[in-house]
């Protein structure tokens, strides 16, 4: 009895529609970007009416591919993009232009010597031209006007004339450099004693009362003493510490003091020339022994020191 009402329970109870395995529906969402190269098929949820499922019940809708409406077909996809394409037709119009720059003349004229230009080689329309292979060109009518121009006469006479002062005035200097060149060599010192040994120079102190005023050159009495420059004897005589003493002054004022001699061979008012003997070495007047004691005054001032003076002069020591 008890399976009997069981089956009766079963008939008599409320049949609920099976609902079965739910599918999980993917959400919908927006088409993607398409591109002009290659568009992308897009994906539309599509729900059939007799498919709808009962009330209260969620049914799966079926997803179905739908091509894009301006997809092209297979002719159209054989043909490359359109950036490529305008490429293409940018580097037809660069190609054209750049033949047509170069111009008929010169590829007709030096086809060796000129590149045609081109966009793809980067080749200008200038063209390239090799001057090695040119010859100098030369004007001969210049160079005859140049000929004509230095024979003119009046140019000669002129080139001449010029040439006529310059040799005089070379002449002139020629003539004033002799006049001097004599001079000096008239005029040159030269050593009053031979051979030269210095004892004493010039600013030196020791046995003279302040310091040395001249030169001292060894010698032995009686050895020749000769005149260093040309002049007139001014002084002869004795003159204290200086013993016997001759002066003879210059030229130009200059005096030349020869002392402690032992004799003296000229007299006041004698012209004499460089190297003339004077007199002969001593020992007179302060002396430690014999020897020339020779002083230079400039003017008849005060003393110089005669080493340079004799060399400024020419005189070799």
Known sequence: MAS????????????TPYVGRRIATAPVTAAPVVSVTAPTPILVDVVDSSDRPAPG??????????????????????????????GIATLAVSIGGAIS???????????????????????SGTG???????????????????????TDPELVEAAEAQAKQRNAAL?????????????????????????VVLTARYGEYGLWASYHTGLDFNGNTGDPIMSVAN????????????????????????????????TQAVSVGDVVQAGEVIGTVGATGNVTGSHLHLEVRPGGGDPVDPYQAMLVHGAVF
Do not use: C
Not at 4 to 15: F, K, L, P, Q, S
Not at 232 to 256: A, Q, R, W
């Open 171 to 195: 002449a002139q200097f020629a003539e004033q450099a002799q006049v001097q060149a004599d001079k000096i060599a008239l005029n040159q010192w030269v050593m009053p004693l031979s051979p």
């Open 57 to 86: 019940v969620t049914a799966a809708g079926k997803r179905r591919a739908v091509k894009h409406a301006g997809g092209r077909g297979p002719l159209v996809k054989g043909v490359p993009s359109a950036p490529v394409l305008l």
């Open 128 to 150: 390239s031209v090799n001057t090695l292979e040119r010859s100098a060109t030369v004007s001969r009518d210049s160079r005859r006007q140049s000929l004509d121009q230095a």
């Open 4 to 15: 009997g009402t069981r089956r009766a329970d079963a008939a008599n109870a409320e049949v």
């Open 231 to 262: 002049g007139v004897v001014t002084f002869v005589g004795y003159d204290g510490s200086y013993g016997n003493k001759t002066v003879v002054t210059l030229e130009d004022g200059t005096e030349i003091w020869y002392a402690h001699q032992t």
């Open 101 to 123: 720059s170069a111009g008929p003349q010169l590829a007709d004229n030096v086809p060796a010597q000129l590149s045609a230009a081109s966009a793809l080689s980067g080749a």
